[in-house]
């Protein structure tokens, strides 16, 4: 099953105007945003209720959308 979801992970992963790495955590692919920091990107980690497991690529379309809403606003 492990192979499964790294043959669907996206390597890069289109957010907020940015091209991010998909193949990391959410938490690390989240810190090479402008002014998201390892804190930041955990604290929005954790308010969004995603394992920390959890890579950029893996999420569908509307996970993404809604955390973009979601650092929108803070």
């Known amino acids: 099953m492990a192979e ?8 890069i992963v ?13 938490e690390r692919s989240l810190t090479r945003l402008k002014g998201i920091g390892p804190s930041m990107a955990r604290a929005i980690r ?7 497991e959890t890579r950029l690529g893996d999420l569908d379309q509307s996970k993404v959308e809604f955390l973009i809403k979601l650092i929108e606003n803070v």
Do not use: A, H, N
């Not at 499964?4 to 390597?11: L, S």
């Not at 957010?15 to 990391?24: I, Q, S, T």
């Not at 954790?46 to 920390?52: H, R, Y």
């Open 46 to 52: 954790m308010k969004s209720g995603l394992p920390k």
């Open 14 to 26: 289109r957010f907020m105007r940015k091209d991010l790495p998909g193949d990391v955590s959410l």
């Open 4 to 11: 499964t979801q790294t043959e669907q992970t996206r390597k």
